[in-house]
């Protein structure tokens, strides 16, 4: 009598998960996937932004340095680094597309004109030039990308006497999600060089 009932504790102590612990455990890990499954969908989306994200602050850098150019060679007087309607001012003001640089070297003002490729393209707006199958740049294969869903504003505000506030805003809109993103990017320029 004694031998049964020590293996019928035994078998007690060594029984397995009950249904409830099996199903508890099951929704906990699932919970979990969810979360990773989550993370994973905001990491491919910032992904596939990445590449018009970079264009937009190269956008911006652009002008930013095509203005501190034109004012350290003295091709610009620092009463014309402003908007145009204030004063001397000759940055066109609101939106507008991306043309490239006329006669004047600057980028932003009212003598922009259209853009050409690598390979001589001309483009209505300005261009991306990716080599083509050869993978040689500036051959006639070459993947050429206008930037029309690119808009970009240089709005610029006098600080004081010697010193303005250069904001250049690029507004774009991601191809194939279709929603649209805006980069900021502000600086001071000084009279003093």
Do not use: W
């Not at 003002?109 to 490729?117: E, I, K, Q, R, S």
Request: hydrophobic share 40%; glycine share 8%.
């Amino acid at each position: 009598m004694k031998a049964s009932i020590l293996t019928n504790r035994q078998d007690s102590r060594e029984s397995g998960f009950s249904l409830i612990e099996v199903l508890i455990s099951m929704v906990v890990l699932t919970i979990g996937l969810m979360s990773v499954l989550a993370t994973l969908g905001v990491a491919m989306q910032a992904t596939q932004t990445s590449q018009e994200d970079m264009i937009a602050r190269q956008v911006a850098s652009e002008v930013m340095e095509s203005i501190f150019n034109a004012r350290d060679t003295s091709e610009l007087g620092f009463s014309a680094i402003n908007n145009v309607g204030t004063g001397s001012g000759i940055f066109v003001l609101g939106n507008s597309s991306l043309l490239c640089a006329g006669p004047d070297g600057i980028i932003g003002t009212a003598d922009d004109t259209t853009c050409t490729a690598a390979n001589g393209t001309v483009c209505a707006v300005e261009c991306l030039s990716e080599p083509g199958p050869d993978g040689i740049l500036g051959t006639a294969d070459d993947v050429i990308i206008p930037l029309t869903n690119y808009q970009r504003n240089i709005s610029i505000s006098t600080f004081n006497q010697t010193l303005q506030l250069v904001t250049v805003t690029v507004t774009y809109t991601v191809p194939n999600l279709g929603h649209t993103k805006t980069y900021s990017f502000s600086e001071y320029i000084s009279y003093y060089h």
